[in-house]
């Protein structure tokens, strides 16, 4: 990275760090505070880096004696830039609180109104939801947090470009929940750390800017002339997207296809960061210029200048010429970027929406047209040879064939287990591990092994740690990775159930994302340090806290995935229905009930194919989506059955679980045999009940267990309720379709293990 560059880039991460020290002993402005603590406390001597946290307000700049071509002029506009849209007033004066919480970003998200803030807390702690009660700030948790700030940024280098990355983890790891502003007049609802980022994102690409337009003296252009700067299409919001995840990851047949699954969908994961990395690096960025990552899309904040532009192209071109000779048509990069300027980034026209809206329809054009005629030829040339062998896994022939399976899937086997055991990712420029883009590899290792081998190496490239922040020589970022596992096969898990054997399949997808993600904020609030924000925390969300969800909750399964947004969960089937609605009740309480998740359970024998599995409870999950969202969708275990029940989530918990399960439970209560054999029966005429003669058998069924005359009062009332509840419930088409439900689940784990 330039060396202008840099320093910049870690001036603006720094620019407000003296507000933690400020808001600890209250006696001198944060600006004055954030340069004793660096120079001081700290150590750091580069003058240029000092500048910026010094004067990046524009009372300490205009008494200042500093010079034209000072960086902190970039980090003052930067700042203002970062802050211009997050701090809408909310009354007038009303002053400061230093011992304010920060607020949720939730709290104004589709159409919400509430109050609710965060705990004080740091990264290293459990799940921070959004509470309303008021715990303030208080000096010693200040004071905690400056000392970690100190004791990490004294093992930096904040002038080696191979740092820099650990430096935004400092600051994400002790300022994720200290908020940026405490004045009473603002919506205080973006942290520190995420107006850090986006201010040095803002910074870098700036004086990207300004050195192609040949602008060297930045106290005219960004001070005297700040306006005038605001209106220059100076920034681009660039975007990718990868098409044929899905195909990719569940196109499989083959013993041990559980663990291709996992391998596969991280290793499109790594796909994803590696090419965020290479793009980063070599137009010479950080990880503060990544806005949004997830799913296969990428949004990155850039200097609109036409070096970017053909270097963007020439990495766009340069992926898809590897997908296409490594798989050739399954996976495809569509690219795009549309140029914006700080007006439009504060949203200062009402254009912020625009912004996304023109990436995106450049990204559906591009799409549409995938390839260019050269590659259209180097497909066409890749002919087969007569007798290849066909991989049994993926089913390829176009590659080396050892003992029935290609290359490339005996790695993803072998990486399987590692992703769930190993804590860092490492990419070398050898061939050596997992094949990336760009010539380089991908290998998993301890903590130990990267430092007293790989991290000294001149084949290293960068390393990723696992749901852990480190810092550290070019390492790029912490991985959040959905890991949790009780067993590591299918069969496994099913022996695990209560009663019938099988497992269950959980595929869940955040509702109306994409639109809240564009439009989720009113334009008087909506910001690009919002819509990180926002992004980031649904990230976490799936990414990391869903780990100690299902730990807490003794859930027996293992995650495959979770990403940005979507899950796919394998469980024994007992557990399914608790693991879905544990983490549908966790998302409601993390995002205040803005958000809402659509799930499928399909329930399965183990032995059944994985990729029928997947595309199976694929299908109930978009049941889910097409009756009205915020649904789960389940079926049967006979899987020759195509039926598909879909429930709203408190309908699922109260009537069918609740109210009707509970109700069979209890009646049929050491009698478990007698009731499964009436239940079944039951079953048929339940199913079918538009047919008169099926009530009339379904009614003469109830009758045939009524107790003797000569019975016990209490057993007569008992069976005379429940046949009257069983009665009703049939006649009514809700309370019938979970009458259904509440059977099957009785039925299954009330069948012994031995039983098919």
Same mark, same amino acid.
């Given at each position: ?80 830039? *970062? ?104 919506? *205080? ?61 569940? @196109? ?11 391998? /596969? ?72 970027? @549309? ?17 996304? /809206? ?33 991989? /049994? ?5 176009? @590659? ?65 740690? !696992? ?20 067993? !590591? ?30 439009? %989720?904020?009113?334009?008087? /609030? ?143 209560? %050491? ?44 057993? !007569? ?35 012994? !293990?031995?039983?098919?």
């Amino acid at each position: 990275m330039q060396e202008s560059k840099l320093k910049v880039t870690a001036g603006a991460l720094l620019h407000d760090i003296g507000k933690p020290a400020y808001r600890g002993d209250k006696s001198k402005n944060h600006s004055i505070s954030g340069y004793e603590f660096l120079k001081d406390t700290v150590g750091i001597k580069d003058t240029e880096i000092l500048e910026q946290v010094k004067y990046h307000h524009k009372n300490m700049i205009q008494n200042s004696s500093i010079a034209d071509n000072s960086l902190a002029y970039i980090t003052y506009i930067a700042d203002n830039i *970062a802050s211009g849209a997050d701090r809408r007033k909310v009354d007038e004066n009303q002053g400061f609180d230093m011992d304010m919480q920060l607020e949720s970003v939730f709290n104004i998200l589709n159409g919400n109104n509430q109050h609710y803030k965060y705990k004080p807390q740091t990264m290293e702690n459990g799940i921070n939801y959004p509470i309303e009660n008021e715990i303030s700030f208080s000096k010693e948790i200040y004071k905690k947090i400056c000392d970690d700030i100190a004791d990490c940024l004294k093992g930096i280098d904040e002038n080696n470009s191979k740092y820099i990355n650990s430096l935004l983890e400092v600051m994400e790891a002790d300022c994720s929940f200290v908020p940026s502003s405490t004045s009473k007049n603002e919506i *205080a609802d973006i942290s520190l750390y995420d107006h850090c980022k986006i201010t040095a994102a803002v910074g870098s690409c700036i004086i990207d800017y300004l050195e192609q337009e040949g602008i060297t003296n930045y106290k005219d252009e960004l001070y005297n002339n700040s306006k005038q700067f605001y209106s220059k299409k100076a920034f681009l919001m660039y975007s990718f997207d990868i098409s044929g995840i899905q195909d990719f990851i569940y @196109t499989i047949s083959a013993k041990g296809s559980l663990k291709l699954l996992r391998s /596969r969908s991280f290793y499109l994961e790594m796909l994803c960061e590696h090419l965020i990395d290479t793009i980063l690096k070599r137009l010479e960025y950080s990880r503060a210029n990544l806005i949004y990552s997830g799913g296969g899309h990428g949004y990155i904040l850039l200097a609109n200048t036409s070096k970017n532009k053909s270097a963007l192209d020439e990495i766009n071109s340069e992926i898809n010429h590897w997908f296409i000779n490594n798989f050739k048509t399954a996976l495809y990069v569509a690219d795009a970027y @549309t140029e914006c300027s700080a007006d439009d980034l504060m949203n200062s026209n009402g254009t912020y929406e625009d912004i996304f /809206r023109n990436v995106s329809k450049i990204l559906s054009d591009k799409k549409g047209n995938r390839y260019t005629a050269e590659q259209i030829l180097t497909m066409n040339n890749n002919h087969h040879q007569d007798g290849e062998r066909e991989c /049994r896994i993926c089913k390829r022939s176009d @590659t080396y064939i050892e003992n029935d399976v290609c290359g490339m899937c005996q790695k993803l086997i072998d990486m399987s287990d590692d992703i769930l055991e190993k804590d860092f990712f490492v990419v070398l420029n050898t061939d050596s591990g997992l094949t990336l883009p760009f010539g380089q590899f991908l290998i998993a290792t301890s903590a130990d092994t990267l430092k007293t081998k790989w991290i000294t190496d001149e084949l290293y490239e960068r390393s990723y740690s !696992k749901n852990k922040m480190y810092t550290g020589r070019n390492l790029s970022t912490k991985l959040w990775v959905g890991d949790y596992h009780t067993d !590591k096969e299918f069969k496994k898990l099913a022996q695990k159930s209560e009663g019938i054997e099988r497992v269950g399949i959980i595929r869940g997808d955040v509702d109306n994302l994409g639109k809240a993600f564009v439009s %989720g904020f009113d334009k008087e /609030r909506v910001s690009l340090s919002r819509t990180a924000v926002f992004s980031r925390k649904l990230s976490i969300f799936f990414k990391k806290h869903i780990n100690k969800l299902l730990e807490e909750n003794d859930i027996k399964g293992l995650i495959v995935y979770s990403g940005g947004d979507d899950i796919f969960l394998v469980c024994a089937w007992s557990d399914a229905i608790k693991a879905a609605m544990i983490l549908n009740e966790a998302l409601h309480k993390f995002t205040q009930n803005t958000l809402t998740i659509s799930v499928g359970i399909g329930i399965y024998n183990p032995s059944y194919p994985v990729a029928s599995m997947a595309y199976e409870s694929g299908d109930l999950e978009s049941k889910s989506k097409s009756s009205g969202r915020n649904k789960i969708t389940l079926f049967s275990t006979n899987n020759t059955e195509n039926e598909k029940y879909t429930f709203e989530w408190d309908e699922l918990k109260n009537k069918v679980i609740g109210e009707k399960k509970k109700c069979l439970e209890e009646y049929f209560v %050491g009698q478990a045999e007698h009731g499964k054999n009436l239940l079944y029966n039951l079953l048929n005429y339940l199913r079918n009940t538009t047919d008169k003669i099926n009530i009339a058998r379904y009614a003469y069924l109830l009758s045939r267990i009524e107790p003797e005359r000569d019975a016990d009062e209490r057993v !007569k009332e008992k069976y005379k309720v429940f046949s009257r509840q069983m009665y009703n419930w049939a006649i009514n088409k809700e309370d019938r379709l979970q009458l259904i439900m509440a059977i099957y689940l009785y039925v299954y784990e009330t069948r012994e !293990k031995s039983e098919e």
